[in-house]
């Protein structure tokens, strides 16, 4: 297990379930958050947006209750994505929600919200930038193809902008636990910078995006082989396939793939951070209220199984006959262990191949086992299984109600007596 930060910063490995909202000028058209770079929009088209954006409906405390309802414990906001258009009262430039029909703080008023209910607030921020002049667009990836006639590209005099609004954000807006910058395209390092925003911010962890290595690890999209981080790891993923903002013909993921990314995910020891992009109006899409609703019906179900636990898959090995890469490899159970003190979670993140799990090389019983989702109670045994007949008995717990979790995750529940469990 990785070793913790020991400081202020050590919320981060309790609180470990997040929501991540991407929303800004690109809800209006409502096809992807980068709808500049993926289409032939013309900036200076998209930035006509700001003059129709007028959410009326934003209401932050309508998100941070579904935020509580899907079990999420903290909030990361794009202050302002590549588009350059921010989402709070910057002095320093006047393509910001101060200039729109709405001329509201979004920031501030969501941090009011937060700090009212004790819900940590991070922030997003993006160094690349489709809209000021002194960004050196040119043309790598998440870049304009080329600056305007009007820019004025300027590396340092951009790097100096973003540490302005960087300050901005972190000493007008109260409390900040987190900071998550994105898509360092120009290669910029300055460990001073990060040094800096914990000044400000003792509490704030920091990715890895920004100008220097940061805090945490951030994989997108995939969940990591393995069975544990090597290193502080925020895995992020979107409701929706397609777009992080909102799209209003969206594919979504299942709740039971994400289900399964998010177990995998925290039994490896790291966070999940679950995007919706809210609509033009500031409120979110009735699908994904739905799917936040179901995932936070999981996962406060088995929330014990990730709170003041570590992972522990290296209490089992893989299977011989499954290394053998015979036929045989089809008989191989995936899954991944927690523990707390002398309790075990066997997390079946993947589908059971049947309605057993042998738990090789534990071959003691524990004193209870339950599933974790509903309390039902199981058999176990220590026992010789036709699969292991050369080898000795070996820990077997049976009944699973597999078909019930069909659409879900399982997550089992093993006591064992102190001196059973190394």
Known sequence: MHKRFNDARDWFFEKRFGLFVHWGLYAIPAWHEQILWRTKMKRSEYEKLRHSFNP????????????????????????????????????????????????????????????????????????????????PNQGRHHEMFGPRATDCPDREAYLEYVVNQMRELCTNYGE????????????????????????????????????????????ERHVPDGQEFSRPTQACQSLGRESWGYKEDEDYYTAKYLIQSIDKVLAMGGSYLLNVGPKAD??????????LRRIGKWYKSVKEAFTGTVPASHLVVPDEIAKAG????????????????????????????????????????????????????????????????????????????VDQFADSVMVLKLEFAPEDID
């Open 56 to 135: 009326t409906r934003f209401d932050p405390d309508r998100w941070l209750d579904i935020m509580e309802e899907a079990g999420m414990e903290y909030i990361v906001f794009t202050t302002k994505h590549h588009d350059g258009f921010c989402l709070w009262n910057t002095r320093y430039t006047d393509y910001n929600v101060m200039n729109t029909p709405f001329g509201r703080d979004v920031v501030e008023m969501l941090a009011n919200a937060c700090h009212k209910r004790n819900i940590p607030l991070g922030f997003y921020y993006s160094i690349p930038d489709w809209h000021h002049p002194n960004y």
């Open 176 to 219: 900040v636990h987190l900071i998550f910058w994105d898509v360092n395209v120009l290669g910029w390092y300055d460990p001073q910078v990060n040094a800096m925003i914990r000044s400000w911010q003792p509490k704030a962890v920091i990715n890895d995006r920004g100008p220097d290595g940061g805090d945490f690890g951030t994989p």
């Open 282 to 291: 500031g409120s979110f899409a009735d699908m994904d209220i739905a799917l």
């Open 326 to 401: 015979s036929v045989e490899r089809a008989r191989r159970d995936d899954f991944l262990l927690t523990r707390a003190g002398n309790t075990i979670y066997v997390h079946l993140y993947r589908d059971p191949q049947s309605t057993a799990v042998i738990l090789k090389p534990i071959d003691v019983l524990p004193k209870k086992a339950i599933v974790l989702n509903t309390g039902e109670k199981l058999e176990t045994r220590v026992d010789v299984t036709p699969w292991h007949w050369r080898e000795k008995p070996w820990l077997r717990v049976r009944g699973l109600p």
